[in-house]
């Protein structure tokens, strides 16, 4: 038998170190990679000491030069001295992780294209954010800090989810290549007046949600998808500014509609009403459309609508009454969750379905009767509803904690 050994020699990549910055060195393509921040002996688990992260767009090693085209994955994670970060248009990516954790970095300016998901998660003193053009995608939850300004480049057409969720940001400007804005984007920011940008057709869900210091938002006739709860909980918001051109959507009395007035999409939370009456064109009212509405003490929903979707009334804290047309077949998850003065509510006999948490703390409920054509009810639908007293068909499938914590239940054989 004969047996042949060939010797293999592996390449390995070579690293260099510049200004405490670690570079990997692709000597085929002449290409470099940022891949970690000096650490001590070289270990990752160490603490690096380096303050100022800027980041060369070019390095030369042995007389060639090496283009940086990448920060790679947890390259600088956990560097927590690190104060300031330079990243040159060279880069390509920032790659997801690449600056988490650096509590101390307060300062950062990016001209790399792509900043991925998450790249700066963690970074919660950051203030001062530079973005140059040449950027494209602001990933995921990629930029969330205490910055209180922000001016998107025009090449950016991709702005992430959450991608500035929870910061403090107070102003934005937009650029001009942006054509959606995507869930969470801005959600429970400080952003007190927003314009959205001419090229932007879509405006993801949740998109501003919870930006309780916003009075003002401008829409244009290009946008022509809202989805649920784009622009809930802000309840500083009493109107939409929009297009009177838009051929899409319509605003009445403060109150945002599809064009054709069928579909409810939002009821400005900072909307001084106490009571309000849902057009008779309504079918539908969009998930969180009335969600935590603080001056809402009665609403009267029309027979036109059959379906009243997740979180409707979600934390409406002062209403006390809803009264239900007797079209409606479903009651989403969560509808009156936290409702705790909600006293005067029938569930009429047209409904089919209770979703989860419908009712969860409604502390003013005193008697529910669940219709006989109501064929589930989630999983707690009726919790912590302590003062509560409810009667169910022996038919009804129930969730095992539909009524955990609720007063008493009682099952009745007849129709009620």
Same mark, same amino acid.
């Given at each position: 038998?004969?047996?042949?050994?060939?010797?293999?020699?592996?390449?390995?990549?070579?690293?260099?170190?510049?200004?405490?910055?670690?570079?990997?060195?692709?000597?085929?393509?002449?290409?470099?990679?940022?891949?970690?921040?000096?650490?001590?002996?070289?270990?990752?688990?160490?603490?690096?000491?380096?303050?100022?992260?800027?980041?060369?767009?070019?390095?030369?090693?042995?007389?060639?030069?090496?283009?940086?085209?990448?920060?790679?994955?947890?390259?600088?994670?956990?560097?927590?001295?690190?104060?300031?970060?330079?990243?040159?248009?060279?880069?390509?990516?920032?790659?997801?992780?690449?600056?988490?954790?650096?509590?101390?970095?307060?300062?950062?300016?990016?001209?790399?294209?792509?900043?991925?998901?998450?790249?700066?998660?963690?970074?919660?003193?950051?203030?001062?954010?530079?973005?140059?053009?040449?950027?494209?995608?602001?990933?995921?939850?990629?930029?969330?800090?205490?910055?209180? /300004? =922000?001016? %998107?480049? @025009? &090449? $950016? *057409?991709? +702005? !992430?989810?959450?991608? #500035?969720?929870?910061?403090?940001?107070?102003?934005?400007?937009?650029?001009?290549?942006?054509?959606?804005?995507?869930?969470?984007?801005?959600?429970?920011?400080?952003?007190?007046?927003?314009?959205?940008?001419?090229?932007?057709?879509?405006?993801?869900?949740?998109?501003?949600?919870?930006?309780?210091?916003?009075?003002?938002?401008?829409?244009?006739?290009?946008?022509?998808?809202?989805?649920?709860?784009?622009?809930?909980?802000?309840?500083?918001?009493?109107?939409?500014?929009?297009?009177?051109?838009?051929?899409?959507?319509?605003?009445?009395?403060?109150?945002?509609?599809?064009?054709?007035?069928?579909?409810?999409?939002?009821?400005?939370?900072?909307?001084?009403?106490?009571?309000?009456?849902?057009?008779?064109?309504?079918?539908?009212?969009?998930?969180?459309?009335?969600?935590?509405?603080?001056?809402?003490? /009665? =609403?009267? %929903?029309? @027979? &036109? $609508? *059959?379906? +009243? !979707?997740?979180?409707? #009334?979600?934390?409406?804290?002062?209403?006390?009454?809803?009264?239900?047309?007797?079209?409606?077949?479903?009651?989403?998850?969560?509808?009156?969750?936290?409702?705790?003065?909600?006293?005067?509510?029938?569930?009429?006999?047209?409904?089919?379905?209770?979703?989860?948490?419908?009712?969860?703390?409604?502390?003013?409920?005193?008697?529910?009767?669940?219709?006989?054509?109501?064929?589930?009810?989630?999983?707690?639908?009726?919790?912590?509803?302590?003062?509560?007293?409810?009667?169910?068909?022996?038919?009804?499938?129930?969730?095992?904690?539909?009524?955990?914590?609720?007063?008493?239940?009682?099952?009745?054989?007849?129709?009620?």
């Amino acid at each position: 038998m004969l047996l042949s050994i060939i010797s293999i020699n592996l390449l390995r990549a070579e690293t260099i170190t510049v200004d405490m910055i670690v570079y990997s060195l692709d000597e085929n393509n002449h290409t470099a990679q940022v891949v970690d921040a000096k650490r001590g002996l070289g270990l990752r688990g160490e603490e690096s000491a380096i303050t100022e992260a800027n980041i060369r767009s070019s390095i030369t090693y042995r007389g060639a030069s090496y283009r940086v085209i990448s920060v790679r994955r947890a390259a600088f994670e956990d560097c927590r001295r690190l104060t300031t970060a330079s990243i040159p248009s060279s880069v390509q990516i920032i790659e997801e992780g690449a600056f988490r954790r650096c509590y101390a970095l307060t300062s950062v300016t990016i001209s790399a294209k792509e900043i991925a998901n998450d790249a700066f998660e963690g970074c919660t003193n950051l203030q001062y954010i530079t973005l140059n053009e040449g950027i494209v995608k602001i990933g995921d939850g990629a930029l969330k800090g205490k910055n209180t /300004s =922000i001016t %998107i480049p @025009n &090449s $950016v *057409t991709k +702005i !992430g989810i959450g991608a #500035f969720a929870s910061s403090t940001l107070q102003t934005v400007k937009f650029g001009s290549d942006i054509k959606r804005i995507e869930r969470s984007a801005f959600a429970s920011t400080a952003l007190r007046e927003v314009v959205i940008p001419q090229n932007v057709t879509s405006i993801g869900g949740s998109a501003f949600s919870g930006c309780k210091k916003l009075t003002k938002i401008t829409i244009h006739n290009k946008v022509k998808e809202i989805e649920d709860a784009a622009f809930s909980n802000c309840t500083s918001l009493q109107t939409f500014d929009l297009a009177n051109d838009n051929p899409y959507f319509t605003v009445v009395d403060g109150v945002l509609f599809n064009k054709d007035k069928t579909i409810l999409i939002q009821y400005p939370s900072g909307k001084k009403n106490t009571s309000y009456i849902i057009p008779s064109s309504v079918k539908k009212i969009a998930a969180y459309a009335f969600e935590n509405i603080p001056n809402l003490h /009665s =609403i009267q %929903i029309s @027979n &036109s $609508v *059959t379906e +009243i !979707g997740d979180g409707n #009334f979600n934390e409406c804290r002062n209403l006390e009454k809803i009264q239900i047309g007797n079209h409606v077949q479903k009651i989403g998850g969560y509808v009156c969750q936290r409702c705790f003065n909600l006293a005067d509510f029938t569930i009429p006999n047209s409904v089919i379905e209770i979703g989860e948490h419908a009712f969860e703390y409604c502390e003013g409920l005193i008697e529910i009767v669940i219709p006989r054509n109501v064929q589930t009810v989630g999983r707690f639908a009726f919790s912590s509803c302590r003062s509560l007293t409810i009667k169910v068909h022996r038919q009804t499938h129930c969730h095992w904690d539909a009524f955990a914590y609720s007063e008493s239940v009682e099952f009745y054989d007849t129709e009620e």
